[in-house]
């Protein structure tokens, strides 16, 4: 059901995408993502920028094998498990990402309905960390290009590293 709406929403999207510049198509791509939304956001600038930030990756666990944000931690989406969060308080200021967003969102609003006070969604996730140039680095925790992209409609929105599906 999931992945039948992404997939919708992916191609109704898409199809608007091409009478737009990409940066502005994506941009409302992740204005309607968002809308509805009641886990604040962080943009790639500002996360770059915060001290002492725990960064849940909500992707599948097959997805952050092939390339994650440095010392992120991963808690899976699907099979979600308030277990991987031991030893997180809920003071903690956490910053959730998947692909684009929509995962991590929902993710977020978990977080918060248990308690914990300063959960953020980033902004755009992992596409846009990729997409101004930051690293990313493999389940070794060695730097790579490789990133991926979740199905080919929503890997038409990650411009840089290389595609995986």
């Known amino acids: 059901m999931k992945l039948g709406f992404l997939t919708f929403l992916s191609c109704c999207l898409f199809s608007s995408a091409m009478a737009q510049p990409a940066s502005q198509a994506y941009r409302a791509l992740l204005h309607t993502l968002y809308g509805n939304s009641t886990v604040p956001t962080v943009t790639v600038t ?12 909500t992707r599948e666990k097959k997805e952050y094998d092939v390339s ?3 010392n992120a931690r991963w808690v899976g989406y699907d099979d979600f498990s308030f277990e991987r969060l031991k030893g997180i308080p ?3 200021n956490i910053v ?13 609003d978990k977080l918060k309905a248990a308690g914990y006070e300063r959960v953020h969604n980033l902004y755009g ?5 990729v ?18 992209a979740f199905s080919r409609p929503w890997g038409v929105w990650l411009k840089r590293g290389e595609k995986v599906y």
């Open 46 to 57: 500002e996360l770059k920028t915060m001290k002492d930030v725990v960064l849940l990756d």
């Open 68 to 70: 994650h944000l440095p």
């Open 90 to 92: 809920k003071t903690a």
């Open 96 to 108: 959730t990402y998947c692909s684009v967003g929509y995962r991590s969102d929902k993710i977020g």
């Open 125 to 129: 996730s992992l596409f846009e960390w």
């Open 131 to 148: 997409n101004q140039g930051n690293p990313v680095v493999d389940n070794t925790g060695k730097p790579t290009k490789l990133v991926h």
